[in-house]
């Protein structure tokens, strides 16, 4: 290798690196990263300029998810997969129940999240147990709980989304589509009345 070395190279050419590489690179960037120091102000930076009409959320949300992400996610490498990728779901938020009453019905799903916000456990034995009570197809009321959760239809397994928000927060989040629903009906009731 060292007898091919040839300095009249040096600069001549371009570094590419293909996608694998600039993935092994992010992930090793990632993990030698300090938290705070460098990748909150940085997370802060680019919310600020991908996702400017969410509320910003604070450093200590911001530290939590830069170290599950640390812990947990080994594809991990993009910041900006956090805005515009797989990751997203972070920072992700119902803002309204139209999500959720574009997929299912209203009134079921609003009798479903009122059963779930009192759930002490949400486990997968008991969730199952809970749709079947109320006659939703498990995927279909899994699906509910993503979207009342995330915003999506898409994203991690809802076994991560609890270990993450944990059960208090996955409540709160419910209670809050439970008020959208509602106050989502009495806007249509009035304009009905109009």
Request: aromatic share 8%.
């Amino acid at each position: 290798m060292i007898e091919l070395f040839d300095e009249n190279e040096i600069g001549r050419r371009s570094l590419q690196l293909d996608q694998e590489c600039l993935e092994r690179y992010g992930r090793m960037s990632m993990q030698a990263a300090d938290i705070d120091t460098m990748l909150i102000p940085a997370v802060n930076d680019l919310i600020k300029r991908d996702l400017p009409s969410i509320v910003e959320p604070d450093n200590e949300y911001l530290r939590k998810v830069m170290e599950f992400l640390k812990l947990n996610e080994e594809k991990f490498a993009f910041l900006s997969s956090l805005t515009k990728g797989d990751f997203r779901w972070f920072l992700s938020k119902p803002a309204s129940a139209e999500r959720v009453i574009s997929m299912f019905d209203r009134d079921a799903a609003l009798e479903a999240l009122t059963h779930l916000q009192e759930c002490e456990s949400l486990e997968i034995d008991s969730l199952k147990r809970l749709a079947e009570e109320l006659g939703w197809a498990y995927t279909k009321f899994l699906a509910l709980i993503r979207v009342t959760l995330i915003d999506s239809s898409k994203g991690p397994p809802i076994k991560e989304l609890v270990s993450f928000f944990g059960v208090s927060e996955c409540q709160l989040r419910f209670r809050q589509m439970v008020e959208f629903l509602r106050s989502h009906s009495k806007c249509t009731s009035k304009q009905i009345n109009l």
